[in-house]
């Protein structure tokens, strides 16, 4: 059973930049199956589909961030990241990443990370 | 973007009730839409995708139907743990969209 793990700072201050690191076990990166995504979620609000990387290194990114936004793959740890420069308090939420699988008809999201919470705050 | 508006918002029901949620998309998605289930301080949970395939290990009482611009998530026989947000995804065109999400609640 592939399991997601979150990892990174839980405060950042404004306009600087958040890292988030999602280690992957029990199933490999490195697969032409799946786009390994990020989702986040405002305290109390909906979800946000932020982008999603593929072991090839090919990414699609949310326009609405895709200026600030970097999302990358290390198929040798495993992992892959998420890197948000220039945060502002609206960047404040609980980043999930996830598994999205390539099925011949769409790219459901089967497997997520428990989620951190990033607080973006001086 | 393809925008998501998804209904209602909240709703309440009792245990052994069934109840639907729709949402509706602002051009054909061609059935490329999920439902998650979100409890409380959790991640959420794949419950169908395509429009109608039941993920592995999701009780059939939940189930999907659709096409074109709308589409409908059914719950039969309402448990108290069904208690949760529910939100649709498309992924026909990127960014993928997430519904605003249903609260339901178990009376």
């Known amino acids: 059973q592939v399991q997601l793990q979150e990892s990174g700072p839980g405060l950042v201050k404004p306009s600087e930049t958040l890292s988030l690191t999602c280690t992957v076990s029990g199933g490999s990166v490195n697969s032409n199956s799946y786009y390994w995504s990020w989702i986040r979620q405002p305290p109390g609000k909906g979800l946000e589909w932020i982008g999603y990387?593929?072991?090839?290194?090919?990414?699609k990114y949310n326009p609405s961030l895709s200026s600030r936004l970097t999302i990358s793959i290390d198929t040798s740890k495993n992992w892959f990241s998420l890197r948000l420069t220039s945060v502002t308090t609206a960047d404040t939420a609980i980043y999930y990443c996830a598994r999205a699988y390539r099925s011949t008809t769409n790219c459901p999201l089967d497997f997520w990370g428990q989620g951190i919470l990033v607080t973006v705050s001086s | 973007a393809i925008q998501m508006t998804q209904s209602p918002s909240s709703l309440s029901a009792s245990v052994g009730d069934r109840v639907t949620i729709t949402c509706r998309a602002s051009?054909?998605?061609?059935?490329?839409l999920s439902w998650y289930q979100q409890r409380p301080g959790r991640a959420p949970k794949l419950l169908i995708y395509?429009?109608?395939i039941l993920q592995s290990g999701v009780t059939p009482r939940f189930s999907g139907s659709g096409s074109d611009t709308t589409y409908t998530l059914t719950i039969s026989r309402l448990q108290p743990e069904d208690s949760a947000t529910y939100y649709c995804?498309?992924?026909?065109?990127?960014?993928?969209?997430f519904g605003q999400g249903t609260k339901l609640e178990i009376k």
């Open positions: 990387v593929h072991y090839s290194g090919a990414t």
């Open positions: 995804l498309q992924d026909y065109d990127y960014p993928s969209i």
């Open positions: 051009q054909d998605i061609r059935n490329d």
């Open positions: 395509a429009a109608s």
